[in-house]
């Protein structure tokens, strides 16, 4: 894969407010916790009377919010649906994003974006032993997605709820669980976002859970990584076993089912971050959405 450009700096926000809606403390009932839930219409969704499609994202601060960002820059997930629907690339798409934990001085995350406690990839022995009290939540977090989320917002919004139009994505540990949901609850996603997983902190616990999963509906997974990938510079094989792991978890989803259909693109160079995803992310939607 060749390095992109964006047409939007990542660093400034241009999207329209007016079409921002925020969910302040949404009940979040399987993990007894609320959180705010961000959720963007398309441009014409007032004027229109027409029913979208949904893509439902983690870490959501990060999907419009450059300030929020660690690296400063955002997904920009608002600027480029709004871009792609003026150029006729898709029919509009609606956007629900939740914000990630802030439990455990941010660490949080990695307990609710992964179903299984914290095994890391043998290549990280002993890099940081943090994350090894780390994860678990998964499985309520998903089913937070499924059973409560998704059916409050295609009971308030004009949505197309069939599964067939409806998607999960996130980057990093928001990659694992992306495609976690996607597989745990098919009858209610058929398509996945996988940028940038970070495989590596339950490889073998998601190996097998792909492996005894059934497939019992179509799948669309899209599926991304950098080739400079870390979470941690003074870790010389974080990149190696990012890509590896990628390619690795791509192949056995290939191997699957026929049901399943599971891309990946690699980009020479690209780093860890939201500047990063907000490239590729026109890629994962034309693949599910384009007209």
Excluded at 166 to 183: C, D, F
Aim: charge should be negative; include cysteine.
């Amino acid at each position: 894969m060749t390095l992109l450009t964006s047409p939007f700096d990542a660093r400034i926000k241009s999207y329209d407010p007016d079409r921002l809606i925020l969910l302040e403390e949404f009940d979040m009932p399987q993990l007894n916790r609320r959180r705010l839930v961000r959720i963007y219409l398309p441009e014409d969704y007032a004027t229109s009377g027409k029913h979208y499609p949904v893509i439902y994202m983690h870490d959501g601060q990060n999907i419009f919010e450059p300030e929020l960002c660690i690296s400063g820059m955002s997904w920009q997930v608002g600027e480029q649906l709004d871009h792609m629907q003026a150029n006729n690339e898709t029919n509009g798409v609606i956007i629900v994003a939740v914000d990630n934990s802030p439990l455990h001085d941010g660490l949080g995350r990695m307990n609710e974006y992964s179903p299984w406690p914290c095994e890391l990839d043998s290549e990280l022995n002993g890099w940081n032993d943090i994350k090894l009290t780390l994860g678990g939540e998964g499985e309520a977090y998903s089913s937070f997605i499924a059973d409560t989320l998704k059916p409050y917002i295609d009971q308030h919004y004009r949505t197309r709820k069939e599964r067939e139009h409806t998607t999960v994505a996130g980057s990093s540990m928001g990659g694992l669980i992306s495609l976690y949901i996607a597989l745990r609850y098919q009858h209610s996603f058929a398509n996945a976002g996988v940028f940038s997983p970070a495989f590596w902190f339950a490889d073998k616990p998601m190996t097998n859970f792909i492996q005894q999963t059934d497939i019992l509906f179509p799948l669309n997974i899209y599926m991304d990584i950098g080739t400079e990938e870390t979470s941690d510079h003074s870790i010389a094989v974080f990149p190696s076993v990012y890509l590896n792991g990628a390619k690795r978890i791509h192949q056995l989803l290939g191997d699957k089912s026929n049901m399943l259909s599971c891309s990946l693109s690699v980009e020479k160079d690209a780093v860890h971050s939201e500047s990063a995803w907000a490239r590729r992310f026109p890629d994962m939607v034309k693949q599910l959405y384009a007209r």
